[in-house]
C-alpha cells in the first residue's frame, strides 16, 4: 500500500512533466520524457512508443532527479484493480462538479455568517428570533450524530491511509491525502471534527434534561461551538479550493451539517443576548 509520502512524490514527479495533481493517478509508466496515466492511454499508446524507440537504438534512463529518489526505495503500491482505475478516473473527471458545488457551499456558509451578525446585532436592539419549533429541535442531535459519523468515517481514513469512499463528485483520496488533512500536522480534521459533534450532542442532552445554570446558557454554547466549526470549513474550503484544487464530498457534507447547527442555535443565541441585554 501506498503512503502519503509515496503519493506527494508522485504528484511532485507529475508536476515535473507538466501535469496537474488531478491528472496524476496509477497506473503511471514514464518512458523517456513520456508519461503515460491510465490503462487506457497505456493500452492506445504504448506499443507505438515501443516501436518508435527501437528503431532509433533505445532511450536513455530519463534523467530526473525526482525518478532518481523513488526508483532505489520503490514505491510499494498494491496490484492494480481495473475498477479501483475506473473509479479514480470517474472522480478526476468529476473534480470541476465538485468545485461548482465547493463554490455554492462556501457562499452559503458566508450568507449564514451574515445572517447570523444581522440577527445578533437585532437582538442587542430588543427584537431576538422565535424559539424555534420542537421538531427543529430535535434536528440538533440527529444532525450532530451524522456529522458524528461523516468524521468517525473520515478519521479512519486519515489514519489508516485507506482509499475513500468519495462517490460521483470531487476527489476525496487528494483531500485526505494532503498535508491539511492532519491539523499542525498532528491530528487528523477528521478527529477534530467528531469531538465537536459530540460536544455539540451533549451540551443538547444538557439542556434537555437538565435544568440548572448550564442548561440555560447550552444554546449559546451550541451556537459558538457551531460558529467555530463553520469557520473552520469556511476555511478547509477555502484550501480545497485555491490550495488542494480538489474537494472531498465527506467534507462538504460536514460543512453543511455544522452550518445548519449553527442557525438552528442561531435563536436561542438571540434570546439569551437580549435577556442579558435587559439584565443589564
Known amino acids: 500500500m501506498a503512503t502519503v509520502e509515496d503519493i506527494e512524490k508522485l504528484y511532485s514527479l507529475g508536476a515535473d512533466l507538466g501535469y496537474a495533481k488531478e491528472q496524476v493517478h496509477v497506473p503511471f509508466l514514464l518512458i523517456d520524457q513520456t508519461a503515460l496515466i491510465g490503462v487506457n492511454e497505456i493500452h492506445d499508446r504504448l506499443p507505438g512508443l515501443v516501436d518508435e524507440y527501437l528503431s532509433t537504438g533505445g532511450k536513455e534512463y530519463p534523467d530526473m532527479p525526482q525518478l532518481s529518489e523513488m526508483l532505489p526505495r520503490g514505491v510499494a503500491f498494491r496490484a492494480f484493480d481495473t ?83 468519495c462517490g460521483p463528485v470531487g476527489d476525496c483520496n487528494a483531500v485526505q491525502s494532503s498535508p491539511y488533512a492532519k491539523l499542525f500536522g498532528i491530528l487528523p480534521i477528521g478527529v477534530v471534527g467528531a469531538l465537536g459533534y459530540v460536544a455539540v450532542l451533549a451540551a443538547w442532552l444538557w439542556q434537555r434534561f437538565r435544568a440548572d445554570a448550564l442548561a440555560r446558557i447550552a444554546g449559546p454554547v451550541m451556537f459558538g461551538m457551531a460558529l467555530f466549526g463553520t469557520l473552520f470549513s469556511i476555511y478547509l474550503t477555502y484550501l480545497e479550493l485555491f490550495v488542494i484544487h480538489a474537494v472531498c464530498l465527506w467534507c462538504l457534507s ?19 443576548v437580549a435577556i442579558s441585554d435587559e439584565e443589564g
Open 83 to 165: 475498477s479501483t482505475q475506473l473509479i479514480q478516473q470517474a472522480e478526476t473527471g468529476n473534480n470541476s462538479v465538485g468545485m461548482a458545488l465547493a463554490w455554492v457551499i462556501l457562499v452559503v456558509m458566508l450568507l449564514a455568517l451574515v445572517l447570523s451578525i444581522v440577527m445578533i446585532v437585532r437582538a442587542f436592539n430588543g427584537s431576538p428570533l422565535r424559539k424555534i419549533n420542537h421538531w427543529l429541535d430535535i434536528a440538533i442531535p440527529i444532525l450532530s450524530i451524522i456529522g458524528l459519523g461523516v468524521s468517525i468515517y473520515l478519521s479512519y481514513v486519515e489514519l489508516t491511509h485507506t482509499q475513500a469512499l
Open 254 to 272: 460536514s460543512a453543511v451539517l455544522i452550518t445548519a447547527l449553527m442557525l438552528l442555535n442561531l435563536p436561542s443565541l438571540t434570546q439569551w
